[in-house]
C-alpha cells in the first residue's frame, strides 16, 4: 500500500500514485510536453519507417504510446508503469480509439526488463525523475541497450529549470530540488535544479550507445502565452500533490509550504506573470 510520500515497495514515485488528480494531471502534463517538444518525433519525423517495435518506459496513462499508435499505424507499441490504474486507464483508451496496435503492461522500471535481448526497435522515456536516482540510470540504460536491436534508438526527453516573477514559485521549486539532492534522485551539484539534463548525454554514451544527439525546447507559462493556463493548472495539483513528499523533508513547515502555495497560485493568474521552463531531448544509437 503507497505511503504518503508516494513510495511503496517496489515503487519510488514521489507522489502518491493512487490519487486520481495525478492521473488527470500526467495526461494534461503529456500533451503540454508533446506540443513544446515540436510533435512526437520532432528530431526525425522522416525517419519513422524503421521503428517497427516501440517500447514506453514509465508511460503512466499512455499518452504518448497512445497518439504514436494513432498516428504510426504499421508500428507496434508497448508502454509499460508500475501503477495499475494507469495502465487500466491506458488499455480503456486504447479500446475506445480501437487501437490495435498498442498494448500496456505493469512493469517496474527499476527491475531487469520482462523482454528479451533485441526486442525493440526504439525506447522512449520521458520525464523519469519522479521515480529514478543516481545508482538507478546505467542499470535502466543498460536494460534498454539490451532489448534493443543494433540500430536501435534510445530516446529520453527531461525538464530542468523552472524560472519564474514569483519569488514564491522559486522558493517551492527550490525545495523540491533540495529533496531530490538530499535522496541522491538527481545529478545536480547545488540543489539548485533537477541536475539532470546535462547529464543524459554523457549516461547514453558511457552504456556504448553512439551517435548522441539533442534537441533543446521550452516552455513559455507567462501571462498571455499559449501555455499559460495548461500550466497554472499542471502546477496547482503538482504542489499540492508533492506536499507530504517536501514536507517529509523537514525543509519547510506545512504552515509555510501552504503560504508559498497560495502566494504561488495567486502570482501565477497575475497579469505580469512570467515563466519560462526548458527541456532537452538526447538520443543515442546502438552500434550495428
Not at 515540436?38 to 496513462?61: Q, T
Not at 531531448?281 to 546502438?286: F, H, L, N, P, S
Amino acid at each position: 500500500m503507497s505511503s504518503a510520500d508516494g513510495t511503496s515497495s517496489g515503487n519510488r514515485y514521489i507522489i502518491n500514485i493512487e490519487e486520481a488528480a495525478e492521473t488527470a494531471r500526467l495526461m494534461e502534463q503529456d500533451r503540454l510536453f508533446t506540443q513544446a517538444m515540436g510533435g512526437l518525433f520532432p528530431e526525425r519525423s522522416d525517419d519513422m519507417a524503421r521503428f517497427g517495435e516501440i517500447l514506453d518506459i514509465a508511460c503512466g496513462p499512455g499518452g504518448w504510446a497512445l497518439e504514436v499508435a494513432f498516428q504510426y499505424p504499421d508500428t507496434q507499441v508497448v508502454g509499460i508503469d508500475i501503477n495499475p490504474l494507469v495502465i487500466q486507464y491506458a488499455f480503456a483508451q486504447a479500446r475506445t480509439r480501437q487501437l490495435q496496435n498498442v498494448t500496456f503492461e505493469i512493469v517496474d522500471a527499476l527491475k531487469p526488463l520482462p523482454f528479451s535481448d533485441c526486442s525493440f526497435d526504439l525506447v522512449n522515456a520521458r520525464l523519469l525523475v519522479g521515480f529514478m536516482d543516481q545508482e538507478s540510470w546505467p542499470r535502466l540504460l543498460a536494460e534498454c541497450y539490451r532489448i534493443l536491436r543494433p540500430g536501435g534508438v534510445i530516446r529520453l526527453t527531461e525538464s530542468d529549470g523552472w524560472t519564474t516573477n514569483s519569488f514564491a514559485a522559486q522558493r517551492l521549486f527550490g525545495y523540491l530540488c533540495q529533496v531530490l539532492v538530499m535522496q541522491k534522485r538527481t545529478f545536480s551539484v547545488d540543489g539548485r535544479s533537477f541536475g539532470l539534463v546535462h547529464q543524459l548525454g554523457k549516461l547514453i554514451r558511457d552504456t556504448g550507445f553512439e551517435k548522441v544527439e539533442k534537441r533543446a525546447f521550452f516552455i513559455d507559462a507567462s501571462c498571455g502565452a499559449d501555455s499559460h493556463y495548461a500550466v497554472y493548472k499542471d502546477i496547482e495539483i503538482l504542489f499540492s500533490l508533492l506536499k507530504p513528499y517536501i514536507i517529509k523533508s523537514d525543509l519547510v513547515k506545512e504552515e509555510e509550504y501552504d503560504r508559498l502555495y497560495n502566494r504561488m497560485l495567486a502570482d501565477m493568474l497575475g497579469d505580469d506573470f512570467t515563466s519560462i521552463s526548458f527541456g532537452l531531448i538526447t538520443w543515442g544509437v546502438k552500434p550495428e
